[in-house]
């Protein structure tokens, strides 16, 4: 499709009447800019670009699991410890409200609960009943414990997730600084050549001779990869050039880096614990609407609630 493209491209600039204001014809200014017509966009030489992230985007999704799973593994060491403190100070009350049944006994002098004045019957049912339902809260919370104790890797796995973790990342900033080598002068060079009105009087002399719509790139393939290339610098605190609109460069929200945080743990947690990553998803479905992820957590309740039946 390029060399048909290609080449009525060339046989119309034969003809064609246009001229920029030094003489040139359209398709000369567009080819001494490195231009040439691919479907229905203007584009510069993306192959080794294009080339250059296929490579590096296999190292970027190994270090991108690397990192889902120490996230997974931190996030349960947290909810241990979250736990343990949780039962600590449940227990904490309980003593404290098992003082103040002893402090209305003794006050009542240890008869009958039925002998009570109304005011004293309440407090001490209120304190029994918020007992129970703190015990009841304690034993939830061992049995959790004792479920993410199972999830939870041994010292040499542990190792082993912090081993490779760190051997990822050191692969991934040497891809994504490889990657930047090669994208961001291809990007920064078509913002440059948005810029120009030669360009964009070239490319609309081309329409108005064929009839056509074309535009300057960058490709599609092009976009899609630069994008993502700027996600992963986002996510992962890679510095990025100057945005400029419609190329993705843009800062990303601190809502999407966070659902991208949270939907790493759940995807990491699906495979042991399908509970727990329906939790974070739902969860991401409701702080974060309108992000990819909260799609995509959509797509994986949907999935993991037909399993569960």
């Known amino acids: 499709m390029v060399?048909?493209?290609?080449?009525?491209?060339?046989?119309?600039?034969?003809?064609?009447?246009?001229?920029?204001?030094?003489?040139?014809?359209?398709?000369?200014?567009?080819?001494?800019?490195?231009?040439?017509?691919?479907?229905?966009?203007?584009?510069?030489?993306?192959?080794?670009?294009?080339?250059?992230?296929?490579?590096?985007?296999r190292t970027v999704t190994a270090f991108q699991a690397a990192s889902a799973r120490r996230a997974a593994m931190l996030y349960n060491d947290g909810e241990i410890a979250g736990a343990v403190a949780r039962i600590?100070?449940?227990?904490?009350?309980?003593?404290?409200?098992?003082?103040?049944?002893?402090?209305?006994?003794?006050?009542?002098?240890?008869?009958?609960?039925?002998?009570?004045?109304?005011?004293?019957?309440?407090?001490?049912?209120?304190?029994?009943?918020?007992?129970?339902?703190?015990r009841g809260t304690v034993l939830q919370l061992q049995k959790y414990l004792k479920q993410l104790g199972g999830q939870r890797p041994g010292r040499e796995g542990r190792a082993e997730i912090d081993r490779e973790f760190e051997r990822q990342h050191g692969?991934?900033?040497?891809?994504?600084?490889?990657?930047?080598?090669?994208?961001?002068?291809?990007?920064?060079?078509?913002?440059?050549?948005?810029?120009?009105?030669?360009v964009?009087?070239?490319?609309?002399?081309?329409?108005?001779?064929?009839?056509?719509r074309y535009r300057l790139g960058p490709s599609d393939d092009f976009r899609e990869a630069y994008k993502r290339l700027n996600e992963t610098r986002g996510a992962f605190g890679k510095?990025?050039?100057?945005?400029?609109?419609?190329?993705?460069?843009?800062?990303?929200?601190?809502?999407?880096?966070?659902?991208?945080?949270?939907?790493a743990i759940a995807k990491a947690l699906e495979p042991r614990n399908s509970k727990a990553a329906l939790e974070r998803y739902r969860a991401i479905v409701s702080d974060y609407p309108g992000t990819p992820e909260a799609e995509e957590a959509s797509r994986r309740i949907e999935a993991l609630e037909v399993n569960r039946r």
């Open 239 to 263: 510095s990025k050039p100057a945005s400029r609109p419609g190329m993705g460069t843009a800062d990303d929200d601190a809502a999407e880096a966070k659902a991208r945080t949270v939907f």
């Open 88 to 134: 600590d100070a449940l227990r904490t009350r309980n003593a404290d409200l098992g003082l103040v049944i002893d402090q209305l006994n003794q006050i009542n002098e240890y008869r009958p609960l039925r002998n009570w004045n109304t005011g004293h019957k309440t407090a001490h049912n209120a304190a029994k009943n918020e007992m129970n339902a703190n």
């Open 200 to 212: 964009s009087d070239a490319i609309e002399a081309i329409n108005a001779a064929e009839g056509k």
């Open 3 to 57: 060399r048909i493209a290609a080449a009525a491209f060339g046989l119309c600039m034969a003809t064609l009447p246009g001229q920029a204001d030094d003489g040139a014809a359209p398709a000369d200014v567009l080819r001494a800019r490195g231009l040439r017509p691919d479907g229905l966009f203007f584009v510069l030489d993306e192959d080794e670009a294009l080339a250059g992230f296929r490579d590096g985007d």
């Open 171 to 198: 692969f991934f900033s040497i891809a994504v600084e490889n990657l930047s080598g090669v994208m961001d002068p291809v990007a920064r060079e078509y913002r440059e050549l948005a810029a120009d009105g030669e």
